[in-house]
């Protein structure tokens, strides 16, 4: 018999996905998803942007299923993501550019997968303090691809579509912490080994 909280976990988690769905049918790959003449062009091409990556998208969902499993503060560390990612994405707009993104970005793939398979938990601060450093390298390269005249309504929907996936992430992480023992080993071994294929391709 299904609990009001696991109900409730699968409702939250099947509206913020739904209402995912349909940037997909915006989906911009390359350079200039940002470079829209429009604010509502642009708006919508910086939402769609976190879903056109694959890494990306993994790890934003991956953040708030594990902060949901591990910690009793389930919103500290999809907040220092989001922020660090926006400040990042601030930097790659203004030109800077740090060596290794891509790596880094694979790298965060394997962590965090590691951190959702082995439901390890560490300090809320050490948490918040980890997704911040890996969201620094999404932000840069979502900063050099949104860059354009439009480029503050791309970053305010790339903003939105964050904090939806987080969402996301954290009604699945609270699902499976009440439900499963071994759905988060499987899923959280895929996005690790999607991060060691990143790497070594």
């Known amino acids: 018999m299904t609990t009001p909280s696991r109900s409730n976990a699968w409702r939250a988690a099947a509206v913020a996905l739904s209402l995912g769905l349909p940037a997909l049918a915006f989906a911009h790959t390359g350079a200039d998803a940002g470079r829209h003449h429009d604010a509502i062009g642009a ?3 910086g939402f769609s942007h976190p879903f056109t990556g694959l890494d990306h998208l993994a790890a934003m969902v ?14 500290l560390a ?3 993501f989001g922020g660090t990612l926006l400040a990042g994405a601030l930097l790659g707009l203004a030109g800077l550019m740090l ?19 082995t439901n390890a938990r560490l300090p809320a601060a050490a948490g918040a303090a980890l997704a911040a450093v890996f969201s620094l390298f999404h932000g ?14 791309a970053l305010a929907g790339m903003v939105a579509a964050t904090a939806l996936l987080h969402g996301a992430g954290i009604a699945i992480g ?12 499987v899923a959280g071994s895929a996005v690790a080994l999607f991060g060691i294929a990143l790497l070594v391709n």
């Open 78 to 80: 999809p907040l220092a």
């Open 140 to 153: 840069l390269a979502h900063g050099a691809e949104l860059a354009g005249p439009t480029a503050a309504f």
């Open 174 to 185: 609270l699902l499976l912490r009440s439900r499963s023992a071994w759905l988060p080993r």
């Open 43 to 45: 708006l919508a091409a």
């Open 62 to 75: 991956a953040v708030g299923v594990w902060s949901a499993m591990g910690s009793r503060r389930v919103w």
């Open 99 to 117: 060596p290794a993104v891509e790596p880094m970005i694979a790298a965060s793939l394997l962590v965090l997968g590691l951190l959702v398979a």
